[in-house]
């Protein structure tokens, strides 16, 4: 049987073909009137993207960088902070704070769970400095609800840094209502290669930058913001990734009839969809569901009784050449993670139903029928479609 390899994986997402050719043909010096345009053009369109009128700044590393950026540039040693941590990327933040020499309390809750916003209020002191937290859990398949956690610190001095690098472009977000900073990464939602990663900060974060006593150099935000200014970035860019991510940020413009925020709306109402679809066909089978908070970037599933995830993930790859991920730490053979990030649908949702109902059958042959899954997936879509029809 031919086979062809595909991502279904939270990150890195399958590529944008426009963006792939956009970095075939970047062949532009940074320091050029031609990349200034490009820069300026994309720094204007993460804004639209992010849904923000803060300032935005991009670096050439992972979105890691731009989370150690936010501990770097926001605090100093000895400052209290708060971290939620239900995961391995909440244990992320965890450790970036004590590296930083923070003084940091930590929220932990299991994998698969979220923070009940009234533990949150009873740690939040006068003199917590920021609330560090995950948009997407992405390793439990947990969405934090980050509209009560910015309710909850108005007023404070506390400042809400977001790491939503898989929460932008699947969750909408109000970020001008109380998020300090937002953190973005490329080879999520924006369907390119891994290596940027981009940011907004509010004013309120970047006068704490200026007295920040943390040390910093290439990740400095506000010699960013300096060059970001002049269509510039302050040190050697990713040319040919920033030439990508414009060219994402013109095909989802596109998606949106020449508006990009209904093009980034589009993208997320794609992700909603595909994550019910999927909620709804594990189920159907049989399968249990593994997050109390469902998020729309990826769905963390069970692994049946008697049946490794790990063994689900080589079967579908092994079978289909198909890519799709594990638990990850302790949750590995555990669980399995499904995503339905960026250029991502509704057919490729229903490719991998059928795939794993295949791979399921040759695992644990009793207890499930073939087209279950399906049969529930093409129920919601058509469900849907029907009520978008009514709109």
């Not at 031919?2 to 944008?16: Q, V």
């Not at 930083?100 to 006068?126: D, N, R, S």
């Not at 995950?134 to 007023?155: I, W």
């Amino acid at each position: 049987m031919f086979r062809k390899t595909r991502l279904f994986t939270p990150g890195p997402t399958p590529l944008l073909p426009a963006a792939q050719f956009a970095m075939a043909a970047a062949d532009l010096h940074h320091r050029t009137p031609e990349f200034r345009a490009l820069y300026l053009k994309v720094l204007a369109q993460l804004k639209v993207f992010i849904g923000t009128s803060n300032d935005v700044v991009v670096l050439a590393c992972s979105g890691t960088g731009a989370m150690e950026a936010s501990v770097s540039n926001l605090t100093s040693p000895g400052d209290k902070v708060l971290v939620l941590s239900a995961g391995k990327f909440g244990e992320r933040w965890v450790s970036l704070a004590k590296a930083f020499h923070c003084e940091t309390v930590v929220l932990t809750k299991p994998y698969g769970e979220t923070f009940p916003i009234e533990e949150v209020k009873a740690l939040l002191t006068p003199d917590v400095k920021a609330v560090f937290v995950q948009a997407t859990e992405t390793s439990t398949g947990v969405r934090h609800d980050v509209a009560a956690l910015a309710k909850l610190l108005k007023g404070t001095d506390a400042l809400l840094v977001v790491d939503a690098i898989t929460g932008l472009g699947t969750t909408t977000f109000s970020v001008d209502d109380g998020i300090d900073v937002i953190i973005g990464g490329s080879q999520k939602a924006l369907m390119i290669p891994p290596g940027l990663a981009y940011l907004a900060a509010s004013e309120r974060a970047w006068a704490r930058m200026e007295t920040s006593k943390q040390p910093r150099y290439y990740f400095d935000l506000r010699k960013e913001r300096k060059s970001a200014a002049k269509g510039e970035s302050a040190y050697t860019p990713s040319v040919a990734l920033i030439a990508a991510m414009g060219a994402a940020l013109d095909y989802l413009e596109q998606q949106g009839s020449g508006d990009l925020a209904k093009g980034r709306d589009l993208l997320i109402a794609n992700a909603e969809l595909s994550a019910l679809c999927m909620r709804t066909a594990a189920q159907a089978l049989g399968l249990e569901l593994f997050s109390c908070s469902h998020a729309a970037a990826v769905t963390a599933i069970k692994a049946p009784e008697g049946v490794s995830s790990s063994d689900l993930v080589k079967g579908f790859k092994k079978e289909f050449a198909g890519v799709l991920s594990d638990g990850q730490g302790e949750m590995k053979g555990q669980i399995l993670r499904v995503a339905h990030i960026g250029y991502l649908d509704y057919l490729d949702c229903i490719a991998i139903i059928a795939g794993i109902e295949q791979v399921l059958a040759q695992l644990r042959p009793t207890g499930f029928q073939l087209g279950d899954g399906l049969r529930a997936a093409q129920l919601v879509y058509a469900e849907a479609r029907k009520n978008g029809e009514k709109q």
